[in-house]
């Protein structure tokens, strides 16, 4: 994680979180590591939604 971002607007994100891979490669690996999906049902009880997009910093 690069960094990671607070909101106080109702209705907007608590929380925006920036990651960087340094190619698709990477995050794919990231996006199917066992240690991650395997906690994948108790992290979607917890988080309300999850959108991911690329940015350019």
């Known amino acids: 994680m690069v960094q990671r971002a607070l909101a106080?607007?109702?209705g907007q994100p608590d929380?925006?979180?920036f990651f960087r891979f340094v190619n698709q490669a990477?995050?794919?690996g990231y996006m199917n590591d066992e240690r991650r999906t395997?906690?994948?049902a108790e992290r979607?009880?917890?988080i309300a939604?999850?959108?991911l997009f690329p940015v350019r910093f």
Do not use: G, H, K
Request: proline share 6%; aromatic share 0%.
């Open 49 to 51: 939604r999850t959108e």
């Open 44 to 46: 979607d009880a917890a």
């Open 26 to 28: 990477a995050l794919d």
């Open 8 to 10: 106080d607007t109702p």
């Open 15 to 17: 929380e925006v979180q």
């Open 38 to 40: 395997s906690l994948a």
